[in-house]
């Protein structure tokens, strides 16, 4: 069974254990789940903080996940249709490379599909995410769950929506 737990000063370490394979850093532009949390503690503008979240199959924790409440409002959405809207930004997603390809990744997008909708900070119109353009996996997960490449590219990774009103 698929779960999503808060991080806590019990599960830290085993957070910043998780890593993917060597080949697959450059998908994820070389960060890591230590650098996310301190992402997480400076970048929450709109005064709401990321939500981080351990992912356990069974007592195991096998990845992390990380989804901040933001508005989509960069420059380059300018002439977009949801620039400017509420959104559920998922910033992170990662499965240990020991446990990949078992289909806890997709399980646990799901659950964390599931509590983003629930709007656990506030209304929102959109989830979106960025995943790197070479990365075949996450964007066929991604598409799964109905993400829609926007055709914005940014440090070689594409921007991709989900529009919550056409479910
Ligand atoms: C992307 C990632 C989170 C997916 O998690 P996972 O547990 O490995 O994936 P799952 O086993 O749940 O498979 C999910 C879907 O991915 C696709 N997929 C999985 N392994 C695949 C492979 N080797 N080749 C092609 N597609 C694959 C399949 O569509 C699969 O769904 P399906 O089984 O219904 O067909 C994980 O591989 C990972 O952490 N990769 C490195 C970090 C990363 O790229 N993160 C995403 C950043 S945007």
Redesign the pocket.
């Known amino acids: 069974m698929i779960e999503l737990q808060k991080i806590s000063g019990d599960n830290i370490d085993e957070v910043t254990a998780l890593d993917?394979?060597e080949k697959?850093k450059e998908?994820?532009l070389e960060t890591t789940n230590l650098r996310c949390f301190a992402d997480a503690h400076m970048l929450n503008a709109d005064g709401i903080p990321a939500t981080p979240l351990a992912i356990y199959a069974d007592d195991t924790m096998?990845?992390f996940l990380m989804y901040i409440y933001d508005t989509l409002d960069h420059e380059s959405f300018e002439s977009e249709a949801f620039y400017g809207k509420k959104a559920y930004f998922?910033w992170?997603?990662?499965?240990?490379?020991n446990?990949?390809?078992?289909?806890?990744?997709?399980?646990?997008?799901e659950k964390m599909l599931l509590d983003i909708e629930t709007m656990p900070n506030g209304e929102a119109e959109y989830i979106a995410?960025?995943?790197?353009k070479n990365?075949?996996?996450?964007k066929?997960?991604?598409t799964?769950f109905g993400f829609v490449d926007t055709g914005i590219i940014q440090d070689n990774?594409m921007l991709a929506v989900k529009n919550l009103k056409e479910n």
């Open positions: 993917v394979g697959q998908l994820i096998v990845g998922i992170h997603n990662m499965i240990d490379k446990h990949q390809g078992k289909g806890f990744g997709k399980l646990a997008f995410l960025f995943y790197h990365n075949v996996i996450a066929t997960l991604y799964s990774s």
